[in-house]
Protein backbone atom coordinates (compact mmCIF):
# COMPACT_ATOMS: atom_id res chain seq x y z
CA UNK A 1 0.00 0.00 0.00
CA UNK A 2 1.15 3.43 -0.58
CA UNK A 3 0.38 5.58 1.95
CA UNK A 4 -1.13 8.98 2.36
CA UNK A 5 1.62 10.16 4.39
CA UNK A 6 4.80 7.99 5.62
CA UNK A 7 5.43 10.21 8.52
CA UNK A 8 7.89 8.30 10.16
CA UNK A 9 10.27 8.14 6.84
CA UNK A 10 9.45 11.85 6.87
CA UNK A 11 10.60 12.56 10.89
CA UNK A 12 13.17 9.97 11.43
CA UNK A 13 15.86 12.59 10.26
CA UNK A 14 14.53 14.96 13.23
CA UNK A 15 14.43 12.50 16.28
CA UNK A 16 17.86 13.56 18.09
CA UNK A 17 15.85 16.97 18.34
CA UNK A 18 13.84 15.45 20.90
CA UNK A 19 16.37 13.54 22.44
CA UNK A 20 18.38 17.40 23.41
CA UNK A 21 15.19 18.39 24.83
CA UNK A 22 15.16 14.92 27.20
CA UNK A 23 18.74 15.10 27.79
CA UNK A 24 18.46 19.20 29.06
CA UNK A 25 15.99 18.36 31.37
CA UNK A 26 13.76 21.88 30.75
CA UNK A 27 10.37 20.91 29.38
CA UNK A 28 8.35 24.61 28.73
CA UNK A 29 8.80 27.86 28.21
CA UNK A 30 13.01 27.47 27.81
CA UNK A 31 15.57 28.05 24.82
CA UNK A 32 14.13 26.14 22.32
CA UNK A 33 10.95 28.27 22.27
CA UNK A 34 12.54 31.63 22.17
CA UNK A 35 14.61 30.03 19.78
CA UNK A 36 11.91 29.17 16.83
CA UNK A 37 9.95 31.94 17.73
CA UNK A 38 12.74 33.92 16.65
CA UNK A 39 13.55 31.56 13.84
CA UNK A 40 10.04 31.46 12.69
CA UNK A 41 8.97 35.17 12.57
CA UNK A 42 12.34 35.85 10.34
CA UNK A 43 10.71 33.15 8.16
CA UNK A 44 7.77 34.09 8.20
CA UNK A 45 8.73 37.76 7.51
CA UNK A 46 6.81 39.09 10.36
CA UNK A 47 8.46 41.03 14.04
CA UNK A 48 6.95 38.54 16.18
CA UNK A 49 5.70 34.88 16.20
CA UNK A 50 4.17 33.63 19.87
CA UNK A 51 4.27 29.77 20.58
CA UNK A 52 1.27 28.07 21.66
CA UNK A 53 -0.59 24.61 21.85
CA UNK A 54 -2.21 24.49 18.26
CA UNK A 55 -3.69 26.01 15.35
CA UNK A 56 -7.09 25.55 16.54
CA UNK A 57 -5.64 27.97 19.80
CA UNK A 58 -3.42 30.61 17.73
CA UNK A 59 -6.87 31.37 15.74
CA UNK A 60 -9.24 31.35 19.13
CA UNK A 61 -6.18 33.88 20.67
CA UNK A 62 -6.13 35.90 17.71
CA UNK A 63 -10.23 36.63 18.36
CA UNK A 64 -9.91 36.59 22.39
CA UNK A 65 -6.83 39.22 22.09
CA UNK A 66 -8.93 41.70 19.72
CA UNK A 67 -11.51 41.53 21.98
CA UNK A 68 -9.61 42.60 25.20
CA UNK A 69 -7.94 45.06 23.50
CA UNK A 70 -11.15 46.03 22.37
CA UNK A 71 -10.53 46.06 18.63
CA UNK A 72 -13.65 43.68 18.85
CA UNK A 73 -16.89 42.41 20.93
CA UNK A 74 -18.90 40.08 20.97
CA UNK A 75 -21.64 39.59 17.89
CA UNK A 76 -19.30 41.49 15.52
CA UNK A 77 -19.23 39.73 12.39
CA UNK A 78 -16.20 37.51 10.64
CA UNK A 79 -16.01 36.54 6.73
CA UNK A 80 -14.61 33.10 6.61
CA UNK A 81 -14.94 30.96 3.33
CA UNK A 82 -17.66 28.45 3.75
CA UNK A 83 -15.35 25.95 2.77
CA UNK A 84 -12.60 25.40 5.54
CA UNK A 85 -11.61 23.08 8.09
CA UNK A 86 -13.72 23.52 10.85
CA UNK A 87 -11.28 24.84 13.34
CA UNK A 88 -11.15 28.15 11.42
CA UNK A 89 -14.86 28.94 11.99
CA UNK A 90 -14.70 27.13 15.92
CA UNK A 91 -12.09 29.61 16.92
CA UNK A 92 -14.34 32.49 15.41
CA UNK A 93 -17.77 31.14 17.89
CA UNK A 94 -15.91 30.29 20.34
CA UNK A 95 -15.05 34.12 21.04
CA UNK A 96 -19.25 34.87 20.51
CA UNK A 97 -18.08 36.48 16.76
CA UNK A 98 -20.44 35.59 14.01
CA UNK A 99 -19.42 34.09 11.44
CA UNK A 100 -20.85 34.86 7.62
CA UNK A 101 -19.74 32.36 5.18
CA UNK A 102 -18.60 33.34 1.75
CA UNK A 103 -18.45 30.63 -0.84
CA UNK A 104 -15.26 29.87 -2.94
CA UNK A 105 -14.30 29.79 -6.50
CA UNK A 106 -14.52 26.66 -7.91
CA UNK A 107 -11.21 27.04 -9.91
CA UNK A 108 -8.80 28.08 -6.94
CA UNK A 109 -10.71 26.61 -4.16
CA UNK A 110 -10.20 29.92 -1.86
CA UNK A 111 -12.91 32.92 -0.99
CA UNK A 112 -14.37 34.28 -3.96
CA UNK A 113 -12.49 37.59 -3.59
CA UNK A 114 -15.67 39.01 -5.68
CA UNK A 115 -18.23 38.11 -3.31
CA UNK A 116 -16.69 39.68 -0.52
CA UNK A 117 -18.38 42.71 -0.53
CA UNK A 118 -21.70 41.84 -0.51
CA UNK A 119 -20.99 40.23 2.67
CA UNK A 120 -19.61 43.44 4.50
CA UNK A 121 -22.11 44.76 7.28
CA UNK A 122 -21.49 47.51 9.83
CA UNK A 123 -20.79 44.83 12.23
CA UNK A 124 -17.80 43.41 9.96
CA UNK A 125 -14.66 43.49 12.06
CA UNK A 126 -12.06 40.90 9.90
CA UNK A 127 -11.48 39.04 7.23
CA UNK A 128 -10.17 35.00 7.28
CA UNK A 129 -9.00 33.81 4.77
CA UNK A 130 -7.61 30.39 4.31
CA UNK A 131 -4.90 29.47 2.21
CA UNK A 132 -6.52 25.65 2.00
CA UNK A 133 -4.61 22.90 0.61
CA UNK A 134 -1.42 24.83 0.82
CA UNK A 135 -2.66 27.75 -1.58
CA UNK A 136 -2.13 31.16 -1.23
CA UNK A 137 -5.62 32.95 -0.16
CA UNK A 138 -4.61 36.34 -0.71
CA UNK A 139 -5.71 38.77 -3.20
CA UNK A 140 -4.90 42.30 -3.43
CA UNK A 141 -8.25 42.89 -3.77
CA UNK A 142 -9.01 41.51 -0.49
CA UNK A 143 -6.39 43.67 0.90
CA UNK A 144 -7.63 46.21 -0.89
CA UNK A 145 -11.72 45.50 0.74
CA UNK A 146 -9.69 45.49 4.47
CA UNK A 147 -7.89 48.69 4.31
CA UNK A 148 -11.21 50.43 2.43
CA UNK A 149 -13.26 49.40 5.51
CA UNK A 150 -11.01 49.23 8.39
CA UNK A 151 -11.44 45.09 8.46
CA UNK A 152 -8.47 43.01 9.84
CA UNK A 153 -7.01 40.80 7.66
CA UNK A 154 -6.32 37.11 9.71
CA UNK A 155 -4.76 34.24 8.03
CA UNK A 156 -5.29 30.61 9.21
CA UNK A 157 -2.22 29.90 7.59
CA UNK A 158 -2.51 26.05 9.10
CA UNK A 159 -1.83 24.14 5.53
CA UNK A 160 1.02 26.59 3.82
CA UNK A 161 3.91 27.39 5.95
CA UNK A 162 6.36 28.64 3.07
CA UNK A 163 3.94 29.70 0.58
CA UNK A 164 4.34 32.58 -1.15
CA UNK A 165 1.54 35.23 -2.26
CA UNK A 166 3.16 35.75 -6.50
CA UNK A 167 1.10 39.33 -6.57
CA UNK A 168 0.34 38.59 -10.52
CA UNK A 169 -1.39 34.90 -9.77
CA UNK A 170 -4.54 36.02 -11.30
CA UNK A 171 -2.65 36.74 -15.30
CA UNK A 172 -1.28 33.51 -14.42
CA UNK A 173 -4.68 31.47 -14.02
CA UNK A 174 -4.69 29.16 -16.76
CA UNK A 175 -1.41 28.21 -16.99
CA UNK A 176 -1.99 24.39 -16.32
CA UNK A 177 1.84 24.82 -14.61
CA UNK A 178 2.62 24.45 -18.20
CA UNK A 179 6.00 26.54 -18.88
CA UNK A 180 5.73 26.98 -15.09
CA UNK A 181 9.16 26.21 -13.10
CA UNK A 182 8.14 26.46 -9.84
CA UNK A 183 11.23 28.62 -8.53
CA UNK A 184 10.80 31.84 -10.54
CA UNK A 185 12.88 34.92 -9.63
CA UNK A 186 9.64 36.96 -9.27
CA UNK A 187 8.35 34.81 -6.40
CA UNK A 188 11.47 34.58 -4.25
CA UNK A 189 10.76 38.19 -3.85
CA UNK A 190 7.36 37.80 -3.10
CA UNK A 191 5.74 37.99 0.95
CA UNK A 192 5.41 34.74 2.87
CA UNK A 193 1.57 33.72 3.79
CA UNK A 194 1.77 34.77 7.30
CA UNK A 195 2.56 38.15 6.87
CA UNK A 196 0.25 39.26 4.50
CA UNK A 197 -3.00 40.35 7.34
CA UNK A 198 -2.78 41.52 10.44
CA UNK A 199 -2.24 38.29 12.06
CA UNK A 200 -1.96 34.32 11.34
CA UNK A 201 -2.34 31.51 13.14
CA UNK A 202 -0.27 28.26 11.86
CA UNK A 203 -0.85 24.53 13.13
CA UNK A 204 2.11 22.30 13.33
CA UNK A 205 -0.08 19.73 13.49
CA UNK A 206 2.63 16.35 12.61
CA UNK A 207 0.50 16.00 9.12
CA UNK A 208 1.34 20.03 8.10
CA UNK A 209 4.60 20.72 5.99
CA UNK A 210 6.03 21.68 8.82
CA UNK A 211 4.80 19.01 11.21
CA UNK A 212 5.77 18.35 15.15
CA UNK A 213 5.65 15.06 16.79
CA UNK A 214 2.62 15.98 18.41
CA UNK A 215 -0.21 19.36 18.83
CA UNK A 216 1.69 22.45 18.67
CA UNK A 217 0.54 26.05 16.71
CA UNK A 218 2.23 29.59 16.48
CA UNK A 219 0.65 33.33 15.97
CA UNK A 220 2.66 35.74 13.23
CA UNK A 221 2.17 39.41 13.48
CA UNK A 222 3.68 42.62 13.22
CA UNK A 223 1.69 44.08 16.01
CA UNK A 224 3.50 44.44 19.21
CA UNK A 225 0.11 44.91 21.21
CA UNK A 226 -1.54 41.91 19.73
CA UNK A 227 1.85 39.45 20.00
CA UNK A 228 2.30 40.85 24.14
CA UNK A 229 -1.69 40.05 24.63
CA UNK A 230 -1.51 36.26 22.83
CA UNK A 231 1.24 35.63 24.78
CA UNK A 232 -0.16 36.64 28.46
CA UNK A 233 -3.64 35.23 27.27
CA UNK A 234 -1.48 31.62 26.47
CA UNK A 235 -0.01 31.87 30.01
CA UNK A 236 -3.24 32.02 32.30
CA UNK A 237 -3.62 35.99 31.38
CA UNK A 238 -0.73 36.74 32.55
CA UNK A 239 2.31 39.23 31.62
CA UNK A 240 3.95 39.26 34.70
CA UNK A 241 4.84 36.24 37.22
CA UNK A 242 1.41 35.60 39.10
CA UNK A 243 0.15 38.89 37.77
CA UNK A 244 -3.44 37.86 36.12
CA UNK A 245 -4.51 40.68 34.37
CA UNK A 246 -7.04 38.68 31.76
CA UNK A 247 -8.94 35.45 32.15
CA UNK A 248 -6.36 33.52 30.18
CA UNK A 249 -5.88 30.19 29.49
CA UNK A 250 -2.65 27.90 29.13
CA UNK A 251 -1.86 27.23 25.78
CA UNK A 252 1.97 26.91 25.18
CA UNK A 253 4.27 25.29 22.68
CA UNK A 254 6.39 22.96 24.18
CA UNK A 255 10.56 22.67 24.61
CA UNK A 256 10.48 18.85 22.48
CA UNK A 257 7.92 20.72 19.76
CA UNK A 258 10.03 23.72 19.42
CA UNK A 259 13.12 21.88 19.16
CA UNK A 260 11.76 19.64 16.27
CA UNK A 261 10.37 22.49 14.65
CA UNK A 262 13.86 24.54 14.86
CA UNK A 263 15.50 21.71 13.50
CA UNK A 264 12.96 21.39 10.36
CA UNK A 265 12.46 24.78 9.38
CA UNK A 266 15.55 24.98 6.94
CA UNK A 267 14.42 22.27 5.27
CA UNK A 268 10.57 23.67 4.49
CA UNK A 269 11.94 25.20 1.32
CA UNK A 270 13.22 21.90 0.38
CA UNK A 271 10.43 19.48 0.90
CA UNK A 272 7.96 22.60 -0.11
CA UNK A 273 10.23 22.28 -3.35
CA UNK A 274 9.69 18.64 -4.01
CA UNK A 275 6.07 18.46 -2.92
CA UNK A 276 6.21 20.96 -6.20
CA UNK A 277 7.74 18.50 -8.55
CA UNK A 278 5.49 16.10 -7.38
CA UNK A 279 2.33 18.37 -7.99
CA UNK A 280 4.14 19.11 -11.82
CA UNK A 281 4.34 15.52 -12.22
CA UNK A 282 0.51 14.47 -11.23
CA UNK A 283 -0.91 17.49 -13.61
CA UNK A 284 0.26 15.38 -16.41
CA UNK A 285 -3.20 13.14 -14.82
CA UNK A 286 -5.10 12.70 -18.05
CA UNK A 287 -8.60 11.39 -17.44
CA UNK A 288 -11.90 12.18 -18.81
CA UNK A 289 -13.47 11.30 -14.84
CA UNK A 290 -11.14 13.34 -13.18
CA UNK A 291 -10.34 16.95 -12.63
CA UNK A 292 -7.34 18.50 -11.46
CA UNK A 293 -6.82 22.21 -10.44
CA UNK A 294 -6.59 24.63 -13.46
CA UNK A 295 -5.69 27.52 -11.48
CA UNK A 296 -2.17 28.63 -10.58
CA UNK A 297 -2.51 30.27 -7.22
CA UNK A 298 0.62 29.43 -5.81
CA UNK A 299 0.91 26.57 -3.48
CA UNK A 300 2.86 24.47 -1.50
CA UNK A 301 0.75 21.43 -2.05
CA UNK A 302 0.06 20.65 1.53
CA UNK A 303 -2.78 18.62 -0.43
CA UNK A 304 -3.52 17.57 -3.92
CA UNK A 305 -6.83 17.45 -4.40
CA UNK A 306 -8.40 15.96 -7.56
CA UNK A 307 -12.34 16.38 -8.46
CA UNK A 308 -14.33 13.76 -9.85
CA UNK A 309 -18.13 13.34 -9.52
CA UNK A 310 -17.45 9.68 -8.67
CA UNK A 311 -15.20 10.54 -5.83
CA UNK A 312 -16.06 7.82 -3.67
CA UNK A 313 -15.85 4.87 -6.36
CA UNK A 314 -12.29 6.60 -7.29
CA UNK A 315 -11.30 6.07 -4.16
CA UNK A 316 -12.36 2.30 -3.95
CA UNK A 317 -10.65 1.93 -6.80
CA UNK A 318 -7.40 3.30 -5.84
CA UNK A 319 -7.49 1.96 -2.30
CA UNK A 320 -8.17 -1.38 -4.08
CA UNK A 321 -4.81 -0.45 -6.48
CA UNK A 322 -2.78 0.14 -3.27
CA UNK A 323 -2.90 3.63 -3.08
CA UNK A 324 -4.32 5.29 0.06
CA UNK A 325 -5.83 8.31 0.01
CA UNK A 326 -7.87 11.11 2.04
CA UNK A 327 -10.92 13.29 1.87
CA UNK A 328 -10.61 16.84 2.58
CA UNK A 329 -13.42 17.24 3.96
CA UNK A 330 -16.29 14.98 3.34
CA UNK A 331 -18.95 17.73 5.28
CA UNK A 332 -19.54 21.01 5.02
CA UNK A 333 -19.08 23.35 8.00
CA UNK A 334 -22.32 24.17 7.71
CA UNK A 335 -24.00 20.43 7.12
CA UNK A 336 -22.44 19.76 10.47
CA UNK A 337 -24.39 18.74 13.81
CA UNK A 338 -22.57 21.89 15.14
CA UNK A 339 -23.42 24.10 13.44
CA UNK A 340 -27.58 22.78 12.47
CA UNK A 341 -28.53 26.55 12.96
CA UNK A 342 -27.36 26.63 9.47
CA UNK A 343 -28.30 23.21 7.63
CA UNK A 344 -31.00 25.50 5.42
CA UNK A 345 -27.74 27.16 4.13
CA UNK A 346 -27.59 26.63 0.50
CA UNK A 347 -23.62 27.08 -0.89
CA UNK A 348 -23.71 24.25 -3.82
CA UNK A 349 -19.88 25.51 -5.07
CA UNK A 350 -18.33 24.24 -1.28
CA UNK A 351 -21.16 21.51 -1.02
CA UNK A 352 -19.29 20.44 -4.88
CA UNK A 353 -16.15 20.53 -3.75
CA UNK A 354 -17.16 18.60 -0.45
CA UNK A 355 -18.66 16.20 -2.58
CA UNK A 356 -15.97 15.75 -4.95
CA UNK A 357 -13.01 16.22 -3.09
CA UNK A 358 -10.09 13.58 -3.21
CA UNK A 359 -6.34 14.19 -1.83
CA UNK A 360 -3.58 11.88 -3.47
CA UNK A 361 -0.47 10.95 -1.59
CA UNK A 362 2.03 14.06 -1.74
CA UNK A 363 4.81 14.57 0.19
CA UNK A 364 8.78 14.81 0.55
CA UNK A 365 9.40 10.95 1.09
CA UNK A 366 7.34 9.56 -2.45
CA UNK A 367 9.96 8.71 -5.03
CA UNK A 368 9.53 9.39 -8.78
CA UNK A 369 8.29 6.03 -9.15
CA UNK A 370 5.68 5.98 -6.60
CA UNK A 371 4.29 9.19 -8.04
CA UNK A 372 4.21 7.54 -12.02
CA UNK A 373 2.77 4.24 -10.37
CA UNK A 374 0.39 6.50 -9.20
CA UNK A 375 -0.56 8.47 -12.46
CA UNK A 376 -0.96 5.45 -14.32
CA UNK A 377 -2.95 4.18 -11.84
CA UNK A 378 -5.76 7.17 -11.97
CA UNK A 379 -5.47 7.05 -15.93
CA UNK A 380 -6.44 3.31 -15.87
CA UNK A 381 -9.46 4.74 -14.00
CA UNK A 382 -13.18 4.31 -15.82
CA UNK A 383 -16.41 4.95 -14.37
CA UNK A 384 -18.51 1.59 -13.61
C1 LIG B 1 -7.18 25.03 7.85
C2 LIG B 1 -6.92 24.60 9.27
N1 LIG B 1 -7.14 25.46 10.26
C3 LIG B 1 -6.91 25.14 11.54
C4 LIG B 1 -6.43 23.90 11.89
C5 LIG B 1 -6.29 23.58 13.33
O1 LIG B 1 -4.98 23.25 13.69
P1 LIG B 1 -4.71 22.25 14.92
O2 LIG B 1 -5.07 20.87 14.47
O3 LIG B 1 -3.25 22.40 15.18
O4 LIG B 1 -5.53 22.73 16.05
C6 LIG B 1 -6.15 22.97 10.87
C7 LIG B 1 -5.55 21.66 11.13
O5 LIG B 1 -5.86 20.75 11.67
C8 LIG B 1 -6.41 23.33 9.53
O6 LIG B 1 -6.19 22.46 8.55
Known amino acids: MMKYLDLKAINKPYE ?41 DALTLIFRA ?11 EVIVPA ?3 IAS ?21 QID ?33 CRRHHLKLIEDNAQAHGCRFVEDNAQLHDCRFVGYDGVSHRQEAQQLTGSLGSAAAHSFYPTKNLGAFGDAGAVTTDDEDLASTIRAMGNYGSARHYVFDHLGRNSRIDEIQAAILLAKLPHLDADNLRRKEIALLYINVDNPFIRIPQSL ?49 EFPITERIHAEELSIPCHQALTDEEVTQIISILNAYHHQ
Not at 34 to 40: G, L, S, T, W
Not at 99 to 104: F, S
Not at 119 to 131: E, F, L
Open 297 to 345: RDSVYHIFPVFSPHRDELRQYLADNGVQTEIHYPIPPHKQKCYKEWGTF
Open 83 to 85: NTY
Open 16 to 56: HAADEVLQSGWYLKGDYTRRFEEAYADYIGTKFCVGCGNGL
Open 66 to 76: YIEMGVMAPGD
Open 89 to 109: ILAVTENRLKPVLVEPALDTL
Open 113 to 145: DSRIEAAITPRTRAIMIVHLYGRCAYTSLIGDI
